[in-house]
């Protein structure tokens, strides 16, 4: 092979790659933390029936855990008997290829079993049970690395338990323990050496997931909880800056970063905030009840946020000012997901999922169809929580032990 020839296949290597992982869905709210879907060419309308069902799996555990897609493997967590695991299903068939235990039953009245979806990274999935164990494993084979405790960190269980998702940077893997010894913590990803905790912010946790910003010439790792929002220094876990956030009962989604803005909302008729950063002060753009974001997520997409607000229904609002451009009851409260352009919205309570375009123009279905089967498992207490996902092409909807792929190609 000449050397012309070995970089042409080095470059093509290259952007198989590339491309592979940005196919992929490797964390919670995906490889850009924002909840868009890197897949294209989608149907823009569905049929009466909705798209194409490829498979369904249905033993996949009991909770309320998301799922990750990465190299043709998914990766969710479920409570099997009294044992929460991390589980591996091949993408393309539905089978499961191996499980792991990742810690005991979290009890809720609300639902029994893990809330966190795993994180991919570098051949291995990083996963928070419901009680609080955060555990490292091998991706192919799911043998046990590490594992470490977020109360040997001082943390306390919240009321449901452990939901965020936690987050790889580089070399380090971060979590919210809460408590005296510090509200975040970072952990060497391939030993699970601790590396710092926040002993100047201690705030109980919460429910939220941290997401990583570059902003000020520093980059930083930005959390909610029900005091305060703030900005922690990724190599130290010193505080660069915090807000007020005077959240009631649970604080649950997760923040949004933007041209040096903050924007985090909460339901329980909280409403939602956004604050401008400025080095070591974060000061108030704007705050209101026109977002009262439950746990179903907001998305940022061309200059509005997207979500459900309790009362007011399916939202549209202009990212830099707060003001709302629309809002619509055509469907329940729920989750919503971005993928090519348009929303994927579902419906918690009776499972019916749409398909609208992400437009300030208004509130535009394409479609819908019914989740089913649903399981009968379910706590009476507890609606299908888990957030949509589309990877490669495919719809992932979860209900407890059944997970469902849809094929949503054009």
């Not at 109360?151 to 919210?176: F, I, M, N, Q």
């Not at 704007?286 to 998305?299: A, E, Q």
Request: glycine share 12%; aromatic share 8%.
């Amino acid at each position: 092979m000449t050397p012309t020839m070995k970089s042409l296949a080095t470059a093509a290597l290259i952007i198989t790659a590339t491309a592979q992982v940005h196919a992929d869905w490797p964390r919670w709210r995906g490889a850009l933390h924002d909840d868009h879907s890197t897949s294209t060419g989608l149907l823009k309308k569905w049929e009466s029936s909705g798209p194409a069902k490829l498979w369904s799996n249905e033993d996949v555990g009991l909770g309320y855990s998301g799922i990750a897609v990465a190299n043709g493997v998914i990766y969710a967590m479920g409570l099997r008997d009294a044992t929460e695991y991390v589980i591996a299903i091949d993408a393309k068939t539905g089978k499961e290829k191996w499980s792991t235990e990742a810690g005991p039953i979290l009890t809720n009245g609300w639902g029994d079993g893990p809330r966190s979806t795993p994180t991919v990274d570098g051949g291995k999935v990083y996963a928070m049970s419901g009680k609080g164990t955060l555990i490292c494993v091998d991706a192919t084979t799911g043998k046990s690395i590490w594992s470490v405790t977020m109360d040997s960190l001082g943390g306390k269980v919240p009321g449901w338990g452990y939901t965020e998702s936690v987050l790889v940077d580089g070399e380090r893997v971060v979590a919210t323990p809460g408590g005296s010894k510090g509200t975040m913590a970072a952990f060497d990803k391939n030993t699970g050496k601790l590396l710092w905790q926040t002993a100047d912010w201690t705030d109980p946790a919460q429910y939220s997931s941290p997401i990583p910003i570059d902003h000020g010439g520093k980059h930083q790792y930005v959390q909610l909880t029900m005091q305060s929002v703030a900005g922690v220094e990724a190599a130290t876990g010193a505080v660069i800056w915090k807000a007020p956030f005077p959240g009631k009962t649970a604080v649950i989604p997760t923040p949004i970063y933007h041209d040096g803005h903050i924007f985090v909302a909460a339901g329980y008729g909280v409403g939602c905030k956004m604050v401008k950063l400025d080095g070591t002060t974060a000061t108030e753009v704007y705050s209101n009840t026109d977002m009262i974001n439950h746990h179903g997520g907001v998305i940022l997409h061309d200059g509005h946020l997207y979500g459900y607000c309790d009362g007011k229904g399916w939202t549209c609002m202009e990212f830099k000012t707060g003001t709302v451009k629309w809002q619509d009851k055509s469907l329940g409260k729920g989750a919503v997901h971005l993928a090519d352009g348009m929303l994927y919205l579902l419906d918690e309570a009776n499972g019916n999922c749409a398909l609208i375009e992400a437009s300030p123009s208004g509130y535009k279905e394409h479609g819908r169809f019914k989740l089913e089967p649903q399981t009968t498992q379910r706590n009476p207490k507890g609606k299908i929580w888990v957030h949509p996902v589309v990877s490669d092409g495919v719809l992932y909807l979860r209900d407890q032990e059944l997970l469902h792929a849809y094929n949503v190609k054009g």
